[in-house]
């Protein structure tokens, strides 16, 4: 199938983009605590040269015009409008992921961040997702060392600075594999949220941890499931007990279902090269009307769900379903205005109420071997929890080492505690990081 290529020049000379569908979500729900940024981290062995990366970022960013774009709008929809403008490079800030003034005219939608051996990048999801984001860091990681004098042999896996920008780059993945007439799925039911209290503003804070590598394997490959299957159960399994310390003190309380959602990179289900948004979520659940769970029972139900739940045929029901609410007529024919406060409405009521909690793997860093000697390590910090989630987490593995981390606006660190000491009785080593 041939994908519904956005040609590149045109945008250019045009000077706008529509937002993915994914993305028009985003200018509806965004707040300064609900800031729709995530960050991806790298840790190098040096400290970072600011010229380098100064010359780094104008030399990736014209590789990547389409997230040189700020945030327009219309009567009818936000857009995305060419800007030709390189990302602010700041001194990275003691709470990550804040608010990008995303409705000011010409205002960057991601920016780079720097601290001392720290390169950051944070992306509005307007723009894309982490795996689009991903391949900007890479790109512009090899650019900053050849830039500082190492020299590269191999690129393999990196979009280089010099090479053409592919039409399918600018794609909406979602209307490209949009199916008409696909059953929708399922209707959920409401999942039951941590009752912990909120923390006083600015409240985000990050709980980071490396995970040793070769321990989770072990553990992993015992089970004959995968790091994200395991992971995930070890996060339902901490939820679960959550929930018993409370039933303890709350007697009569409601029993309920406990769900994450899990994100799944299409790219990996469908033939795209976008680097904009093109992921969707998976959603596991116990439901404890049913009894209490055992963590061998839980593994066993989550591997089900995520191996079906990320099956092609599934993935296409909620992808059919979300797309073919844009193209309704009649949604398309509502002024912006009232578009937002549906697209609002519906997020506070299905979006927050649906799930207990967000889990997202990154995935498997791989890089050449003569940038992987100059690099400590990769971290991802997912967007802000909403005040029902209260808690999200991210992970990403390279060489020998997973770092997970915890985006947390609430006073309680339980479900962190809960969930590491599942990992060091399993023989897994954990250290906990402070923040830098």
């Known amino acids: 199938?041939?994908?519904?290529?956005?040609?590149?020049?045109?945008?250019?000379?045009n000077g706008w983009l529509k937002l993915d569908n994914a993305a028009k979500l985003f200018p509806a729900i965004m707040s300064g605590e609900l800031t729709s940024v995530f960050r991806i981290?790298?840790?190098?062995?040096?400290?970072?040269?600011?010229?380098?990366?100064?010359?780094?970022?104008?030399?990736?960013?014209?590789?990547?015009?389409?997230?040189?774009?700020?945030?327009?709008s219309g009567l009818f929809w936000y857009y995305l409008e060419y800007n030709n403008q390189l990302p602010r490079i700041q001194t990275e800030e003691k709470i990550p992921c804040t608010a990008f003034a995303a409705k000011r005219k010409n205002e960057p939608l991601y920016r780079i961040l720097v601290?001392?051996?720290?390169?950051?990048?944070?992306?509005?999801?307007?723009?894309?997702?982490?795996?689009?984001?991903?391949?900007?860091?890479?790109?512009?990681?090899?650019?900053?060392?050849?830039?500082?004098?190492?020299?590269?042999?191999?690129?393999?896996?990196i979009i280089l600075p010099d090479s053409p920008i592919a039409d399918e780059e600018l794609e909406d993945g979602y209307n490209r594999?949009?199916?008409?007439?696909?059953?929708?799925?399922?209707?959920l039911t409401k999942a039951w949220h941590l009752p912990l209290r909120l923390d006083e503003?600015?409240?985000?804070?990050?709980?980071?941890?490396?995970?040793?590598?070769?321990?989770?394997?072990?553990?992993?490959?015992?089970?004959?499931?995968?790091?994200?299957?395991?992971?995930?159960?070890?996060?339902?399994?901490?939820?679960?007990?959550?929930?018993?310390?409370?039933?303890?003190?709350?007697?009569k309380q409601k029993r309920g279902v406990l769900r994450l959602e899990v994100p799944v990179n299409l790219r990996k289900i469908f033939p795209s090269k976008t680097l904009r948004n093109f992921s969707l979520f998976v959603l596991p659940e116990i439901d404890l009307r049913l009894g209490v769970y055992s963590f061998e029972e839980i593994l066993k139900i989550v591997q089900y769900q995520l191996q079906t739940g990320a099956d092609v045929k599934q993935i296409t029901r909620f992808l059919s379903q979300n797309v073919g609410h844009e193209k309704s007529v009649f949604i398309r024919l509502l002024p912006l205005f009232i578009k937002s406060m549906a697209i609002s409405a519906v997020y506070r009521r299905l979006g927050s109420n649906q799930c207990s909690g967000i889990m997202t793997n990154l995935g498997v860093i791989n890089l050449p071997k003569e940038m992987e000697a100059h690099i400590d390590s990769f971290e991802l910090v997912p967007t802000p929890p909403n005040t029902y989630v209260k808690i999200t987490s991210g992970m990403v593995t390279f060489k020998n080492r997973l770092m997970l981390d915890f985006g947390n606006i609430s006073k309680s660190t339980n479900l962190e505690m809960h969930f590491l000491k599942h990992l060091t009785e399993s023989g897994i080593h954990v250290k906990v990081l402070h923040n830098k």
């Open 115 to 157: 601290k001392e051996n720290r390169i950051s990048v944070e992306f509005i999801h307007i723009l894309t997702d982490g795996g689009g984001a991903l391949e900007y860091l890479k790109s512009l990681l090899l650019s900053y060392f050849r830039l500082t004098g190492i020299t590269i042999h191999s690129s393999e896996g």
């Open 201 to 251: 503003k600015p409240r985000l804070k990050v709980i980071r941890s490396e995970i040793a590598l070769d321990n989770l394997l072990e553990v992993v490959r015992r089970y004959k499931v995968s790091v994200t299957e395991y992971m995930v159960s070890v996060y339902l399994f901490s939820l679960q007990k959550i929930y018993l310390e409370e039933q303890e003190k709350v007697k």
């Open 41 to 72: 981290t790298v840790s190098l062995k040096k400290p970072v040269k600011y010229s380098a990366i100064k010359e780094a970022v104008e030399i990736t960013s014209r590789r990547f015009p389409y997230f040189s774009v700020s945030l327009g």
């Open 177 to 187: 594999f949009f199916r008409r007439k696909t059953p929708p799925p399922g209707k």
């Open 1 to 13: 199938m041939k994908g519904k290529g956005i040609d590149t020049k045109s945008f250019q000379e």
